[in-house]
């Protein structure tokens, strides 16, 4: 079993930045792919981006790329997602995902490939 608890969210003014983390259990954290996700009120829940077991390889939806970064420390189990240039737009919770045993550069856009979700985090920007 695999738990994952996000941090870092909060209220930041449009233009603003923060950095969300995500905290894995589970020895094998280095082989799993990661992706972080949010979904606005009323709203599916859309991909962000997301990030091979190595960190090599990343992808980002077209919303946010050039703003966001995706990024991980196998030795801290640990993925985060820098946010830069925040917008409005923006708000939404934030959840981070997990696809255990994803060897190779694979990273995954579809959130039915992901088997375990954290709880959320709530990113408000102001305008």
């Known amino acids: 079993q695999v738990q994952l608890v996000e941090s870092g969210g909060g209220l930041v003014q449009a233009g603003g930045s923060l950095r969300l983390s995500c905290a894995a259990s589970g020895r094998t954290f280095s082989v799993y792919a990661m992706g972080w996700f949010r979904q606005a009120p009323g709203k599916e829940r859309e991909f962000v981006a997301a990030i091979n077991w190595s960190g090599l390889y990343t992808y980002y939806a077209d919303s946010v790329k050039g703003r966001f970064t995706i990024s991980r420390d196998n030795a801290k189990n640990t993925v985060y997602l820098q946010m830069n240039s925040l917008k409005p737009e923006d708000t939404a919770v934030y959840y981070c995902?997990?696809?255990?045993?994803?060897?190779?550069?694979?990273?995954?856009?579809?959130?039915?490939?992901?088997?375990?979700w954290g709880q959320g985090t709530q990113v408000t920007v102001s305008s």
């Open positions: 995902a997990a696809k255990p045993g994803a060897y190779g550069g694979r990273y995954y856009l579809n959130s039915k490939d992901y088997d375990y």
